[in-house]
């Protein structure tokens, strides 16, 4: 198996629970700075040029939230998901939330354009994404987050994706000691052996 990964971008999330899974699994960096998601050869792989990419025995997949559901069913021993029907559908649902909305506003903070031709246009969709962000993040901290993990006492992919998106408050001039929730889970998830792992294979700090 293959993960196709940029260093702190959401193929972190997909590297951490292989981690967690004890998967067998190999790297292959894709270079933003040389535009390398742009390239065929990676656009072979996923025409929308964007990582994640897990290259598997059946065949590629894209999309955090699928990639995610793949791992904790295809490692069952690992715990990653769950077989109750209210809960993978909460899963599910949390997951949605982080994929179509948390990292949508993100994306409008550091891409604004996808969205805009004007200048001045694109300035405003990224100031207004710090605020949206930050309304994101006091649903995720008032709503979703029960504790001590996502989902409550059983830890699962939900974790590694708050983790993330958690991560990224910083690099949009948000702090995590806002939500105090929110921080406590980070604190816990910098812990973790897995992610130990996963931030020295990227190279990244804590
Ligand atoms: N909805 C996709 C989003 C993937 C995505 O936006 N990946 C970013 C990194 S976090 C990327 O590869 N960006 C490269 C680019 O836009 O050129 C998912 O959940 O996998």
Redesign the pocket.
């Known amino acids: 198996m293959f993960l196709y990964y940029?260093p702190n971008?959401?193929?972190l999330v997909v590297h951490i629970a292989l981690e967690e899974a004890a998967a067998t699994y190999e790297l292959i960096r894709?270079d933003?700075a040389n535009?390398g998601?742009?390239a065929p050869e990676f656009l072979a792989k996923n025409p929308?040029?964007?990582?994640?990419v897990l290259e598997t025995e059946h065949g590629l997949l894209?999309?955090?939230?699928a990639?995610l559901t793949y791992i904790s069913l295809a490692y069952p021993d690992a715990k990653l998901g769950t077989f109750d029907p209210y809960m993978a559908a909460r899963l599910a649902s949390f997951q949605a939330f982080l994929?179509s909305t948390v990292?949508?506003t993100?994306?409008h903070y550091f891409?604004p354009e996808?969205w805009a031709d004007d200048e001045c246009a694109r300035k405003a969709i990224s100031l207004k994404a710090v605020n949206t962000y930050a309304q994101n993040f006091r649903m995720i901290e008032e709503h979703w987050f029960v504790g001590p993990w996502v989902m409550g006492d059983h830890f699962t992919t939900a974790d590694p994706y708050l983790y993330l998106m958690a991560r990224w408050l910083s690099r949009i001039g948000l702090s995590v000691s806002s939500f105090p929730r929110i921080e406590q889970h980070l604190r816990q998830m910098s812990a973790r052996p897995s992610v130990i792992r996963t931030l020295k294979q990227e190279e990244l700090e804590q």
Do not use: D, M, W
């Not at 929308?48 to 994640?52: E, M, N, T």
């Not at 894209?62 to 939230?65: G, L, N, S």
């Open positions: 940029a971008a959401c193929s894709v933003f535009k998601q742009r929308l040029g964007r990582v994640p894209t999309e955090v939230p990639i994929s990292h949508v993100f994306a891409r996808r």
